[in-house]
């Protein structure tokens, strides 16, 4: 048993040693793209949270989980901006008949999203498509056509981030704010009414990544400008906080393979452990007789004990005070002396005859005097006894 403790201690040691040193090592960047503003991974939105404060002076920013619709409806807003950052949008009749009111209201919406739905594929009549760079590491040049925001020398971005575009469009519901160098529109501009949809297929030009070089955050703020300087900003995290939010208490291990992949080891050698000692420990459960009634047996051994002594006296007694002991806390008579008074009363309490009540009391009487009890008194005694009882009940 000493040598099965000692191996536990050991590999409890290395188990935990192990979990600790792939906890505390450098974990490798995480390339995963939740365009979530608190995450400062490489295609999160931590900078452009920060700035947003820079690009939008004295604006309330305002987060919604909802959809569309539940966050629009019955509220006039006037001179406020929506903002959408998502991989993909997934939108319904409702929240865009909410959208196009909001639109029309006076207000803007900004989306960025490599997939805008079928929903606005159909009502915008809407494709998307991707021209991959001149090498695997760079994207296509791209710039916008404002010549107020046009750089003279085109934006480049590593890793694809400016690849997709517009390859079908509306054109005479349409303004193109942006093109590749191919020509091919990737910034493009609804209106409705007072209010303007400016929609940028590649969301990542947003993320840190991006911003955290001169060149892509003078992009960002370029594109975000032509959202009007309104008091609120809302940002829809519909599309993004739901499908990657956990709210495991084990999050953190499943995050990382290695702490993951501990994790299942630990389980596992426990699982392991338990089935062994079971095995090892267990015995035979001896069979036990069921419990039986000895009642039975019980008053047969008590009887015999009386037959044996043949105490009449004890017997008769015990029977005269149960019998009395019945009749006061039954009727509430007292038996203290058993009168004429008590006989009459007994009568009116139970209403049985006067031919049965005066033989009982008279018999309990001798009984009670006599010092040595025959068996006729007592078998007589004990079938008066049973009688007044079989009337009374």
């Known amino acids: 048993m000493k040598g099965l403790k000692l191996y536990l201690i050991i590999s409890g040691f290395l188990v935990l040693l192990y979990v600790v040193a792939e906890y505390y090592r450098p974990k490798p960047t995480d390339w995963s793209a939740t365009y979530l503003r608190e995450d400062k991974i490489p295609f999160g939105l931590y900078i452009l949270n920060q700035e947003?404060?820079?690009?939008?002076?004295?604006?309330?920013?305002?987060?919604?989980?909802?959809?569309?619709?539940n966050t629009l409806k019955g509220v006039d807003y006037r001179n406020t901006n929506y903002l959408m950052i998502a991989g993909n949008l997934k939108l319904d009749k409702l929240d865009f008949r909410e959208m196009e009111t909001y639109l029309r209201n006076g207000n803007d919406v900004f989306i960025a999203t490599f997939e805008t739905g079928k929903?606005?594929?159909?009502?915008?009549?809407?494709?998307?498509?991707?021209?991959?760079?001149?090498?695997?590491?760079?994207?296509?040049?791209?710039?916008?056509v404002n010549p107020t925001l046009k750089r003279s020398r085109n934006y480049v971005f590593d890793k694809g981030l400016g690849d997709q575009y517009f390859s079908s469009f509306d054109t005479s519901r349409v303004t193109v704010l942006g093109k590749n160098t191919k020509g091919q529109a990737n910034f493009i501009r609804y209106a409705f009414g007072e209010g303007n949809l400016y929609i940028l297929p590649n969301p990542q030009?947003?993320?840190?990544?991006?911003?955290?070089?001169?060149?892509?955050?003078?992009?960002?703020?370029?594109?975000?400008?032509?959202?009007?300087?309104?008091?609120?900003?809302?940002?829809?995290?519909?599309n993004t906080r739901v499908s990657t939010e956990d709210a495991s208490l084990l999050r953190v291990i499943f995050q990382n393979d290695q702490l993951r992949w501990a994790y299942y080891i630990s389980l596992i050698s426990i699982l392991v452990f338990i089935a062994f000692e079971i095995k090892r420990r267990q015995r035979i459960i001896p069979l036990v007789d069921p419990m039986t009634n000895s009642s039975v047996e019980f008053v047969k051994v008590?009887?015999?004990?009386?037959?044996?002594?043949?105490?009449?006296?004890?017997?008769?007694?015990?029977?005269?005070?149960?019998?009395?002991?019945?009749?006061?806390?039954?009727y509430r008579l007292k038996t203290q002396e058993l009168d004429d008074e008590f006989s009459g009363n007994l009568i009116q309490k139970t209403g049985m005859p006067e031919e049965t009540i005066t033989p009982l009391i008279q018999l309990i009487k001798e009984v009670g005097l006599s010092k040595i009890v025959t068996d006729q008194q007592l078998i007589s005694l004990n079938k008066s006894i049973e009688h007044f009882y079989k009337q009374v009940r």
Do not use: C, M
């Open 302 to 330: 008590v009887g015999t004990v009386y037959y044996q002594q043949r105490n009449n006296t004890d017997i008769s007694q015990k029977k005269i005070n149960y019998l009395l002991e019945f009749i006061r806390s039954t």
């Open 119 to 144: 929903l606005l594929h159909e009502k915008l009549k809407l494709e998307t498509d991707v021209l991959y760079g001149v090498t695997d590491e760079k994207s296509v040049p791209i710039n916008f």
């Open 52 to 69: 947003i404060g820079s690009l939008f002076p004295n604006v309330t920013v305002r987060t919604t989980q909802r959809p569309v619709y």
């Open 205 to 238: 030009l947003l993320t840190n990544y991006n911003l955290i070089n001169l060149e892509g955050a003078d992009y960002a703020a370029k594109a975000l400008s032509y959202l009007k300087p309104g008091t609120t900003l809302i940002w829809d995290e519909r």
